[in-house]
């Protein structure tokens, strides 16, 4: 009987088992291709071959591009070169993204930025730029730079650690000090993620930062990912990578976040950014699962370029605006717009520049 107990036992956790692998393989899309969307006027930024992972661009055309990030089970060119941010001004006729200095003090042998976030103080127009750090393979800062122009170079001001931000991807600045931030994974260990991964548990979520106050204020996320604020500063939208959605989330007074509506997509929305005239949400995102996963340089991953407008309107237009099969560019990450020009950025590999018509 006992025996009977544990076999029946066995056979159930198997079934559960099957079942979330298959909705797994669905979520994941792992045997996805796709149709290729091509765009005018593209070119590969010169000098960036080792990932260009977060792309923000300050209101004057100048944009800071985060390269060379070290991730759990993701593959780099460059495995022991440590990261960089580059500049590259969209004014320019050619482009010619720069490496920026940075300050003395800050180490930079261990450098593996994620993602980035500006916070332009209105009183004095100072430039801070947020970036997600992770200076061992399982564990997340944020360090807060200070942006002098004048002198190209990033001014290291703090290291910011927490119990709360275990392990960060993505941020959204909104003070000098503070921002919301999203953990893409419960656990830090490597195979338990992926554990996690499989199992579809929804334990990632959103921390709000500052350096009297910390907490969680949205969770029940695959995998947390890309994190925007809306231009009239109401609204944070949050990419769940595996779960294929971008969440729309009310901002309030005290910090808290509540769940406007969800918007169901068919790629794994990576980073996300906001038009800053329009609007409009672009994000980079993996068209296929397995590709990312496993690298293979005959059968790479593609990259996927997405435009979503009036997200708050009950009909929301979700566009393709590019798609490319690896040939090209590979495992794009994010994509931002600054006067008809679309930097697109990716994990581990190129930048490219397209001019929009
Ligand atoms: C962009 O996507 C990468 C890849 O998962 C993620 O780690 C990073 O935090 C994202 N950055 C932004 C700004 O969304
Ligand atoms: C924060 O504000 C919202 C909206 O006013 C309210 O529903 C929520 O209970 C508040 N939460 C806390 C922790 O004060």
């Known amino acids: 009987m006992g025996k009977l107990l544990k076999v029946t036992l066995v056979g159930v956790f198997l079934a559960f ?7 797994f ?24 071959e ?22 759990p089970g993701m593959f780099s060119f460059a495995p022991s070169r440590p990261g960089e941010i580059f500049l590259v ?24 930025p994620h ?7 209105e009183n004095d127009d100072t430039v801070y730029l947020f970036v997600v750090n992770h200076p061992h393979i399982s564990k997340s800062t944020v360090e807060i730079f200070k942006f002098s122009e004048d002198e190209n170079v990033l001014v290291h001001l703090k290291t910011i650690k927490h119990a709360s931000l275990y392990n960060v991807n993505d941020i959204v600045a909104v003070g000098p000090e503070s921002f919301y931030a999203t953990n893409d994974h419960y656990f830090t260990d490597f195979t338990l993620r992926f554990v996690e991964m499989l199992l579809g548990l929804r334990w990632t979520n959103v921390v709000y930062y500052s350096p009297s106050d910390v907490r969680e ?18 609204f944070i939208y949050v990419a769940d990578l595996s779960d294929k959605t971008i969440n729309v989330l009310e901002k309030h007074a005290n910090w808290t976040l509540s769940s406007v509506k969800v918007l169901q997509l068919e790629a794994l929305v990576d980073n996300l950014s906001v038009d800053p005239v329009t609007g409009d949400i672009w994000t980079g995102a993996h068209p296929n699962g397995l590709k990312l996963l496993k690298y293979n340089a005959e059968n790479p991953p593609g990259a996927e370029v997405i435009r979503v407008q009036n997200i708050h ?3 929301p237009i979700v566009t393709t605006i590019y798609a490319n099969d690896g040939s090209v560019l590979q495992a794009s990450t994010c994509a931002s717009v600054w006067e008809k020009n679309l930097l697109v950025g990716t994990i581990f590999h190129k930048a490219l520049h397209c001019k929009l018509e």
């Open 17 to 23: 088992l099957g079942e979330r692998i298959v909705r």
């Open 25 to 48: 393989t669905h979520r994941a899309n792992l045997f996805r291709e796709i149709e290729p969307v091509e765009l005018p006027n593209c070119h590969l930024l010169d000098g960036i």
């Open 50 to 71: 080792y990932g260009s992972e977060d792309i923000e661009i300050l209101p004057n055309g100048l944009a800071f591009i985060s390269s060379g990030l070290k991730y």
């Open 89 to 112: 001004d969209l004014n320019e006729e050619n482009l010619r993204p720069s490496t920026l200095r940075i300050s003395r003090g800050f180490d930079i042998s261990t450098f593996s």
């Open 115 to 121: 993602g980035l976030s500006i916070y332009i103080d």
């Open 217 to 234: 204020v949205a969770t029940g996320f695959h995998y947390a990912n890309g994190i925007a604020m809306s231009n009239n500063r109401r």
């Open 313 to 315: 309107s009950d009909n």
